[in-house]
């Protein structure tokens, strides 16, 4: 499958919300619930204006994962861009539609991720897992992702208990 990375723009908004709800029992077994009000559609719209103006203002940017028939699959985020020690900082996050999974995409999308933001001032992102989702890790180790600590604190989602797995990339 052929994909492509877009740039979140408010005509996408109807598409992602269809998205986001037919995946939301998938999304919810690896993080935790947006909260219902989130996918009431008039919320949706406001909490993605704000970040359209986020990626505005250089504080985040918003891609959308799309296959050949520009039908969005996934998205992945550079949130919290900040500066430090001289260089552009952020956190990075992405979601794929289930059925999407084990296929690859994640990888790609973090690849083009990368790609398009090697010519920014963004000199690390830090990115974050569960102990339990090992595809996570695996994509972001494939895309040069350093783990750099697994975090000692447990907190129980789903009826596991978890540790969150700290990773970095630095631009080189």
Same mark, same amino acid.
């Given at each position: #499958? !052929? +994909? ?5 723009? @408010?005509? !996408?908004?109807? *598409?992602?919300? &269809?998205?986001?709800?037919? *995946? ?11 909260? !219902? ?14 970040? $359209?103006?986020?990626? !505005?203002?250089? $504080? ?20 919290? +861009? ?7 900082? /952020? ?10 999974? /084990? ?6 999308? %973090?690849? %083009? %991720? ?7 001032? +963004?000199?690390? +992102? ?7 989702? &090992?595809?996570?890790?695996?994509? %972001?180790?494939?895309? /040069? ?10 907190? @129980? #989602? ?6 969150? #797995? ?7």
């Amino acid at each position: #499958m !052929d +994909i492509v990375i877009e740039k979140l723009e @408010e005509k !996408d908004f109807e *598409n992602l919300y &269809t998205f986001e709800v037919e *995946n939301r029992p998938f999304f919810e077994k690896f993080v935790p619930s947006r909260g !219902d009000d989130y996918y009431k559609p008039e919320v949706f719209k406001v909490k993605n204006k704000h970040l $359209l103006d986020e990626q !505005d203002q250089g $504080l985040s940017l918003f891609y959308l994962i799309k296959d050949e028939h520009h039908s969005i699959i996934g998205r992945i985020n550079v949130v919290d +861009i900040h500066y430090s020690n001289k260089n552009r900082t /952020g956190s990075l996050g992405y979601r794929l539609a289930q059925a999407c999974t /084990g296929k690859g995409i994640a990888a790609r999308a %973090l690849h %083009l %991720l990368l790609q398009t933001i090697v010519d920014s001032d +963004i000199k690390e +992102i830090h990115a974050k897992t569960t102990n339990n989702n &090992t595809a996570s890790q695996k994509v %972001l180790e494939k895309n /040069g992702f350093e783990h750099i600590e697994t975090s000692d604190h447990e907190f @129980e #989602m789903n009826g596991q208990l978890l540790k969150f #797995m700290n990773y970095k990339w630095i631009k080189k």
